[in-house]
């Protein structure tokens, strides 16, 4: 559940706010262990530093939230991200092209 506290420092920020959402269908994201949230949120969590790169936001003013839906058809995950300095951050087609890459070519272990 999203706090209401959550909810208020979003719509509050005044710098740009990206949403992501990496989607699977059923049968790959088993095929790829990608079955259970600990997989998503490794995933997640392997790719958070190719997002904020790609998105120019340093590390250390990056704020990042992410929900697991695991439906029936299509497990995916929907990302939030910003940075605390609302003057830093953006996206090109260009990063967004290599955060895409960045998911596709994630070869680290699941489960």
């Known amino acids: 559940d999203v706090s209401i506290s959550l909810i208020k420092e979003i719509a509050n920020h005044g710098g740009n ?7 699977l269908r059923r049968d790959n994201a088993q ?12 995933l997640v969590k392997r790719q958070i530093p190719n997002i904020a790169k790609n998105q120019k936001i ?3 003013n990056l704020k990042w939230y992410a929900a697991f839906h695991d439906k ?3 497990p995916h995950v ?10 830093e951050g953006f996206l ?18 699941r489960g």
């Open 17 to 23: 706010v990206w949403t992501h959402v990496v989607s």
């Open 31 to 42: 095929a790829m262990g990608y079955d259970n949230l600990k997989a998503w949120r490794e």
């Open 58 to 60: 340093d590390m250390a």
């Open 72 to 74: 029936k058809t299509n």
């Open 78 to 87: 929907h990302i939030i991200v910003y940075s605390d300095n609302e003057r």
């Open 92 to 109: 090109t087609n260009h990063g967004i092209e290599k955060i895409r890459s960045g998911f596709a070519n994630d070869r680290t272990s």
